[in-house]
C-alpha cells in the first residue's frame, strides 16, 4: 500500500519561496508517475507538476518558470520547489502517485486527471500574502 507525506508549507510574501517535500513509501515498482496538485475551495484539483519515472518533467504553464519538480529514489522523496510565488499559489498541496505509469506517458493527462491517482498524501497548506 502506497502511503504519501507532505511536508514544508506554510506561508511566505509574494515573491518569496518554499519547498515542500513528499515522502513515499510501499511504491513496489518503478513504474510510478509523481504530481504536485493543489486545490483551493470550492474547486477541482489542478496539476502542477509532474515527473514520470525516468525523471522527465512537466508543468502546468501557470507555474512554468517558478515551480521545479524533483525526485530523489533512493530516498523515495518528491520535492516541489517554489519561486517567485504569488497570492494565486495560495492552496492546500497534495502529493499524488499513479501506479503502471511508463515514461513517456502524455503529460495532459497526468496533470488533468486526478482520477487516475491511486494514491493521495493528506496535503500540506501553501499560503503566500504581504
Excluded at 483551493?40 to 519515472?53: F, L, Q
Excluded at 501506479?99 to 498524501?121: E, F, I, M, N, V
Amino acid at each position: 500500500q502506497v502511503q504519501l507525506a507532505e511536508s514544508g508549507g506554510g506561508s511566505a510574501q509574494p515573491g518569496g519561496s518554499l519547498r515542500l517535500s513528499c515522502t513515499a513509501s510501499g511504491l513496489d515498482s518503478y513504474f510510478y508517475c509523481l504530481t504536485w496538485f493543489r486545490q483551493t475551495p470550492g474547486k477541482e484539483h489542478e496539476g502542477v507538476a509532474t515527473i514520470d519515472p525516468d525523471g522527465y518533467t512537466n508543468y502546468a504553464d501557470s507555474v512554468k518558470g517558478r515551480f521545479t519538480i524533483s525526485k530523489d529514489n533512493i530516498k523515495s522523496i518528491v520535492y516541489l520547489q517554489m519561486a517567485a510565488l504569488k497570492p494565486e499559489d495560495t492552496a492546500m498541496y497534495y502529493c499524488a502517485a499513479k501506479s503502471k505509469c511508463h515514461a513517456g506517458t502524455p503529460a495532459w493527462g497526468l496533470l488533468r486527471r486526478p482520477q487516475d491517482y491511486g494514491s493521495w498524501g493528506q496535503g500540506t497548506q501553501v499560503t503566500v500574502s504581504s
